[in-house]
């Protein structure tokens, strides 16, 4: 509720005071948390909970990915990117999405045909997208 209405600070006290945070099980916790530091701008404060989240997942790095792509920083979301150990439809489609609203529709073309390349199917999201921007 509290990174909802964007209390950030309230949010993270409750989460601090939390004995369950570390827990795996606990991971929607910290990615409500990635996802509202991101929401509000506190860039640096998402990426020390994403570096301290004891197991990353989709909306893990997803988050993360997507901020960076808003601040115009596709080349540090391409790093990061590049560090997902399993990659499916939805990174790869937050990565062209990303590129294209960035202006690189060029560089979205190729990470398309890159995602093909390794074998992973586009959903009908990936392909509007794909037509939207040639």
Request: hydrophobic share 45%; glycine share 8%; net charge neutral.
């Amino acid at each position: 509720m509290y990174v909802k209405v964007e209390e950030l600070g309230l949010a993270l006290k409750v989460f601090d005071e939390s004995p369950k945070r570390n827990k795996c099980e606990c991971i929607l916790l910290w990615n409500v948390l990635i996802k509202g530091c991101c929401k509000v701008g506190d860039l640096g404060k998402a990426i020390e909970l994403f570096e301290r989240v004891p197991e990353r997942n989709s909306g893990s790095w997803n988050s993360l990915i997507n901020r960076f792509m808003g601040n115009g920083d596709w080349k540090r979301a391409g790093e990061l990117f590049e560090q997902i150990p399993e990659k499916n439809v939805a990174f790869w489609t937050t990565m062209v999405s990303g590129l294209c609203h960035n202006g690189e529709e060029g560089k979205a073309l190729l990470m398309f045909f890159k995602m093909l390349d390794e074998g992973v199917r586009a959903n009908d999201l990936t392909i509007v997208i794909m037509i939207l921007a040639i």
